[in-house]
């Protein structure tokens, strides 16, 4: 069941490097026309509604991310659905491209709050009222919590990705045997494979979101 997560390749070239490079050719790209068509219209009307949902608690300093988390949005949703469909990767399953996103991010965030507000990035590891004999635990645990953040939305990502896939599997190799011996059983585990890849369908979009809106989070408090 694990053998769909594995790194594969094809007459020498990695199939991740075809599964990261080829969404971008899904979309299209704007002309210098008057009038755009439906569907550029419609996917400028759907970066401009989720950037500004991201960004509406973020002060005008930090719109300058705006691109950037917009980018990573559409990738991450790209990678996340087209993973869903029979005989393709799914890049995003694998921990060390979630981290490789996730890492950079993070520091980012870190680095930009430590350069503009460096006395509330360090008043953050202490709140305010804090007992003297628990101040060292206390800067500790924050510190620690500040580390775990990259962890944190890397294992997320993977973690739901490979769970959705895995019952995929599962349930449709359950349906495919009881097919032979139990049609009626069988039926009813074709209907909840159905249920079950319209919220993996949800889920592919949701947590892509949430990676994004968690790293805008830490942007807003560094």
């Not at 002060?59 to 996340?80: C, D, E, Q, R």
């Not at 949800?202 to 805008?216: E, N, R, T």
Request: hydrophobic content about 55%; charged content about 5%; overall charge positive.
């Amino acid at each position: 069941f694990f053998d769909q997560f594995s790194l594969t390749a094809f007459m020498g070239i990695p199939l991740i490097a075809l599964a990261l490079t080829l969404p971008w050719i899904l979309y299209p790209t704007p002309q210098n026309r008057c009038l755009n068509n439906r569907l550029l219209t419609l996917q400028a009307c759907f970066i401009r509604q989720l950037t500004h949902q991201l960004f509406l608690p973020i002060n005008p300093g930090g719109h300058k991310w705006a691109l950037l988390l917009a980018s990573v949005l559409i990738f991450l949703i790209t990678l996340n659905l087209l993973g869903i469909l029979p005989y393709t990767f799914t890049p995003t399953t694998q921990l060390s491209m979630n981290m490789g996103l996730a890492v950079p991010l993070w520091l980012a965030t870190v680095l930009i709050g430590a350069r503009h507000q460096p006395t509330h990035s360090l008043a953050h590891l202490l709140p305010v009222g804090t007992p003297t004999p628990l101040i060292p635990i206390l800067i500790m645990i924050e510190t620690i919590s500040q580390f775990i953040r990259p962890i944190a939305l890397g294992v997320r990502l993977t973690a739901n990705l490979t769970a959705g896939h895995l019952l995929i599997q599962l349930i449709s190799t359950a349906a495919f045997y009881l097919a032979f011996t139990m049609p009626t059983v069988s039926i009813l585990t074709m209907g909840l494979l159905l249920l079950l890849s319209i919220l993996e369908l949800a889920v592919a979009i949701i947590q892509a979101y949430v990676f994004v809106l968690l790293v805008s989070l830490y942007l807003q408090d560094p």
